[in-house]
Nanobody, 119 residues
Framework: QVQLVESGGGLVQAGASLRLSCAASGGSFNRYVMEWFRQAPGKEREFVARISWSDASTYYADSVKGRFTISRDTAKNTVYLQMNILKPEDTAVYYC????????????WGQGTQVTVSS
């Protein structure tokens, strides 16, 4: 069973950078697309970025394109979200998820990590 643990959140000022990590365990990950979502207070969870574990192809939400970079380290079974030029509107709890594309199912979600960007 796949398990995901996020880390790396924190409180930063606008314009700063953070790198989130999502450590994966308990499975074979080549069949997964790994995704980052975020949820701000009072708002619905929204998609941020995704990466294919097998070929590292990526896709981003327009709101983060050019500022955020998703990557993965297959040796460490870890997915990263490098966040640059952070804005107050990036404040949210960030979650990683493992999506099994063959059956269009999310097999696992992490517990979330808080990112707070002050103006």
């Amino acid at each position: 069973q796949v398990q995901l643990v996020e880390s790396g959140g924190g409180l930063v000022q606008a314009g700063a950078s953070l790198r989130l990590s999502c450590a994966a365990s308990g499975g074979s990950f080549n069949r997964y697309v790994m995704e980052w979502f975020r949820q701000a207070p009072g708002k619905e969870r929204e998609f941020v970025a995704r990466i294919s574990w097998s070929d590292a192809s990526t896709y981003y939400a327009d709101s983060v394109k050019g500022r955020f970079t998703i990557s993965r380290d297959t040796a460490k079974n870890t997915v990263y979200l490098q966040m640059n030029i952070l804005k107050p509107e990036d404040t949210a709890v960030y979650y990683c998820a493992a999506w099994r594309s063959s059956v269009s199912t999310y097999d696992a979600w992490g517990q979330g990590t808080q990112v707070t960007v002050s103006s």
